[in-house]
């Protein structure tokens, strides 16, 4: 048995040969690197209390690491394909996204580390795709769609075979896993040779660009490779100068004090040069692109409800034309209707609005306390925000808009199919909250521990 390196190591390996790759595919995608490294140093060396924030957090080792990437795949068998090799990284799927409502035929999960020292070494995830071919109306278009998609296959037979070995040996020794790593990113490459021809690549497309993304071509490219910046705005303000068009408002809640769950903006990268079958002349398809994100704090259920209500009540007030019109007044409005939610890192905990992590510091641990809040006043206790680690539906409608180049209001009339997707999956999709709860409370368990007082781990510790 050969010595097995952790499946984290292996995740870093692969989200950083992810990045080298996509930087010689995309070279904007460089330039946005570059970028969002030049404004957090800025950031953090403007706010001394925010480095030390995250220093003490242990925020900052992970913050150059950090990096989501998507992809969208054609086939049951693909998603279980590919859960196995996410698997070997220590990535495993959480939380159910249901895009059809927006009008796009697709169903999502994320794939990423679920533990707290998982996450803080490398939290690299994927947002992953399933085509919803029954949603296609044109039920001969979606037919020859499933024909063409059951002729491909996502991964090369090494990568199958190291993927079998890691199960069955229970990981991969360091050579194996760059062989693995290596192997895994055929997969994700671009490929410009398409499966179809220009004629049945124009069918696909006409019934829904991303139909045409997925069937055409031989594996599921990556689509993009998202960097996290500490201050989103000034990266998008800066942005056209680097000469990249930012989509017109940033997706998510708006800029806070302290900021809440994840704001995401995208560009169109690039038209990629495609040989389609049988033609003589090269033609093009875009399907990459380039995205920020800013993550913040996770939201509790009650958190969430009210991001939700409010974010839902904005897009009603102050729609966004499709060529950005409005953009300014749904901002402001967007604004206006947040100052519901208190922009106070204390009062969202105490609110039970937000989850917390909390760590001790026994050095601070007074003479006498009698309750979780004392300990927290005393600066015994200390409550970090919890990064939100996962994706919302809303923006992630927003980002297939933007770079899918449609705003169709149609819905589909399908409902959501967790139960259909997590059969295809072959596994369960666990709900994110519960994650973000236990590592609350197992937080809270081993802080109270340490400074001796495990007697008040069940004391009610929420005003709400
Ligand atoms: C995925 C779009 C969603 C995000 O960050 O919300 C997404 C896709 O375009 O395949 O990446
Ligand atoms: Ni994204």
Redesign the pocket.
């Known amino acids: 048995m050969p010595d097995l390196i952790s499946p984290d190591a292996i995740r870093t390996l692969f989200s950083r040969a992810m990045s080298d790759m996509y930087r010689r595919e995309v070279p904007q995608y460089g330039a946005l690197i570059d970028l969002v490294a030049e404004v957090n140093a800025e950031t953090l060396a403007a706010d001394p209390d925010l480095h030390a924030r995250l220093a003490a957090a242990g925020e900052l080792e992970r913050l150059d690491e950090e990096r989501?990437?998507?992809?969208?795949l054609g086939t049951a068998q693909e998603l279980a394909q590919i859960r196995r090799v996410f698997a070997v990284m220590g990535m495993e799927p959480v939380g159910y996204?249901d895009?059809s409502v927006a009008g796009i035929p697709?169903h999502?999960t994320a794939f990423r580390p679920t533990d707290g020292a998982a996450l803080a070494t490398n939290p690299f995830r994927v947002?992953t795709?399933l085509l919803r071919l029954e949603l296609v109306e044109d039920r001969a278009l979606a037919e020859r769609a499933a024909e063409i998609l059951s002729s491909r296959r996502i991964l090369t037979e090494p990568a199958l075979e190291l993927t079998t070995r890691a199960e069955a040996q229970g990981g991969l020794s360091a050579s194996e896993a760059r062989a693995f790593v290596a192997e895994v990113l055929e997969t994700f490459r671009w490929r410009g040779e398409a499966l179809v021809d220009a004629e049945t690549y124009a069918r696909l497309h006409d019934a829904h660009r991303?139909i045409a993304d997925v069937v055409s071509f031989p594996g599921p490219h990556i689509?993009?490779l998202?960097p996290r910046t500490l201050d989103i705005d000034a990266v998008q303000r800066r942005m056209p100068g680097r000469g990249i068009a930012p989509k017109a408002v940033i997706?998510g809640p708006p800029r806070r004090r302290v900021p809440l769950l994840?704001r995401?903006t995208?560009f169109k990268a690039l038209e990629e040069e495609v040989r389609f079958r049988g033609a003589s002349q090269a033609g093009t398809h875009t399907a990459r692109?380039g995205?920020i994100?800013q993550r913040g704090v996770a939201l509790t259920p009650k958190g969430r409800a009210l991001y939700d209500r409010l974010l839902a009540g904005t897009r009603a007030a102050a729609p966004i034309a499709p060529d950005g019109t409005g953009a300014q007044a749904y901002v402001d409005t967007l604004e206006a209707r947040f100052a519901a939610i208190p922009d106070d890192a204390d009062c969202l905990r105490r609110e039970g609005l937000a989850f917390v992590r909390y760590r001790a510091v026994p050095e601070a641990a007074p003479a006498v306390a009698d309750s979780v809040e004392a300990l927290i006043a005393s600066g015994a206790l200390v409550a970090d925000p919890q990064v939100y680690e996962d994706?919302?539906?809303v923006?992630?409608?927003?980002?297939?808009q933007s770079?899918?180049g449609t705003e169709s209001a149609a819905a589909y009339s399908a409902a959501a199919s967790r139960a259909a997707f997590e059969e295809a999956l072959g596994a369960e999709v666990p709900d994110e909250m519960a994650l973000y709860e236990r590592a609350e409370r197992d937080s809270l368990e081993a802080a109270l521990l340490a400074l001796g007082r495990p007697d008040l781990s069940q004391a009610p510790r929420r005003v709400a």
């Open positions: 989501h990437g998507a992809i969208r996204y895009l697709v999502s947002f795709s991303l689509n993009h998202t997706e994840l995401q995208s692109f995205e994100e994706f919302l539906p923006s992630a409608a927003g980002i297939f770079n899918l």
